[in-house]
């Protein structure tokens, strides 16, 4: 894996050699952590798949854009079809967790060529839970008032995810670290951007094979939701660990890429 910056959109990423005969996994991250939450996978698919890692704008070692509407989840969605594209990517698997899962929706309505997708705790009927309801309004205001200060844009780095140990949804340890290095205002700006819009219906668009993988104790996304969710999607397949959480792909990378590669020996090549 070879580590690169994307002037064109300010954007960090991790490559394998772009073989043009293998299928491409693109692995996005959520909010907040950065691309490092995949160096524990990347070993296990190098072999078989080319691998692009990269780190959503205001994240990691990306560059910070300055406004507001930088955050929306289809901008976002275009750093990544613009750095496919930049990279000669043809086929390829969106493997997304929690926000990036919205930003692999509008990716796979816009660019063609995707085989399969995965979904590591999708966000669905997030209007329904009570954490947003409760955080939605809070959100938004503190956003507003944000956005009237600037920030620096320069990059942040990488967190060290095995130095945590096993972390928990929403733990202080975990936010304390990964929230001053994204900063604040990108939290909140990309939030309130999750939190104003209604992607529920783009899911029943998504005609390749889906595995959704999720967490039996999320407290962020429900697994009730995404119950309901595979049971819309007759080319989805669900897995649940019962031992899972939110931040599940932190403490579990090698089970869930075993997971992830019995799925993908599944695929017709």
């Given at each position: 894996?070879?580590?690169?910056?994307?002037?064109?959109?300010?954007?960090y990423?991790?490559?394998?050699?772009?073989?043009?005969?293998?299928?491409?996994?693109?692995?996005?991250?959520?909010?907040?952590?950065?691309?490092?939450?995949?160096?524990?996978?990347?070993?296990?698919?190098?072999?078989?798949?080319?691998?692009?890692?990269?780190?959503?704008r205001?994240?990691g070692?990306?560059?910070?854009?300055?406004?507001?509407?930088?955050?929306?989840?289809?901008?976002?969605?275009?750093?990544?079809?613009?750095?496919?594209?930049?990279?000669?990517?043809?086929?390829?698997i969106?493997?997304?967790?929690?926000?990036?899962?919205?930003?692999?929706?509008?990716?796979?309505?816009?660019?063609?060529?995707?085989?399969?997708a995965?979904?590591?705790?999708?966000?669905?009927?997030?209007?329904?839970?009570?954490?947003?309801?409760?955080?939605?309004?809070?959100?938004?205001?503190?956003?507003?008032?944000?956005?009237?200060?600037?920030?620096?844009?320069?990059?942040?780095?990488?967190?060290?995810?095995?130095?945590?140990?096993r972390?928990?949804?929403?733990?202080?340890?975990?936010?304390?670290?990964?929230?001053?290095?994204?900063?604040?205002?990108?939290?909140?700006?990309?939030?309130?951007?999750?939190?104003?819009?209604d992607?529920?219906?783009?899911?029943?668009?998504?005609?390749?094979?889906?595995?959704?993988?999720?967490?039996?104790?999320?407290?962020?996304?429900?697994?009730?939701?995404?119950?309901?969710?595979?049971?819309?999607?007759?080319?989805?397949?669900?897995?649940?660990?019962?031992?899972?959480?939110?931040?599940?792909?932190?403490n579990?990378?090698?089970?869930?890429?075993?997971?992830?590669?019995?799925?993908?020996?599944?695929?017709?090549?």
């Amino acid at each position: 894996m070879k580590e690169s910056f994307f002037e064109e959109r300010g954007i960090y990423y991790r490559a394998s050699e772009i073989r043009p005969d293998r299928i491409t996994l693109v692995l996005i991250h959520g909010l907040t952590p950065s691309s490092a939450v995949w160096l524990p996978y990347e070993p296990h698919f190098e072999s078989a798949y080319n691998i692009v890692s990269p780190d959503l704008r205001g994240h990691g070692k990306s560059l910070k854009p300055g406004r507001y509407e930088d955050y929306r989840i289809e901008e976002m969605a275009k750093d990544i079809d613009a750095l496919l594209d930049h990279l000669g990517v043809e086929k390829y698997i969106p493997v997304s967790s929690s926000l990036s899962c919205l930003i692999t929706l509008v990716l796979l309505k816009n660019r063609p060529g995707a085989v399969a997708a995965i979904f590591l705790n999708p966000l669905y009927g997030t209007k329904k839970i009570l954490l947003t309801r409760i955080t939605e309004a809070l959100v938004a205001g503190l956003a507003r008032f944000a956005s009237l200060f600037s920030y620096s844009n320069k990059p942040g780095k990488h967190t060290d995810y095995a130095s945590l140990g096993r972390v928990m949804d929403l733990s202080p340890k975990l936010m304390f670290r990964e929230i001053p290095n994204t900063t604040l205002h990108v939290y909140l700006f990309c939030l309130d951007n999750l939190y104003k819009r209604d992607f529920d219906p783009w899911w029943k668009d998504v005609k390749v094979p889906i595995l959704l993988i999720h967490g039996e104790h999320d407290i962020i996304s429900p697994v009730a939701q995404i119950r309901r969710l595979a049971a819309t999607l007759p080319n989805a397949k669900l897995v649940v660990l019962p031992h899972g959480s939110h931040v599940m792909p932190l403490n579990y990378p090698d089970e869930i890429a075993g997971i992830m590669n019995s799925f993908l020996k599944e695929l017709p090549h």
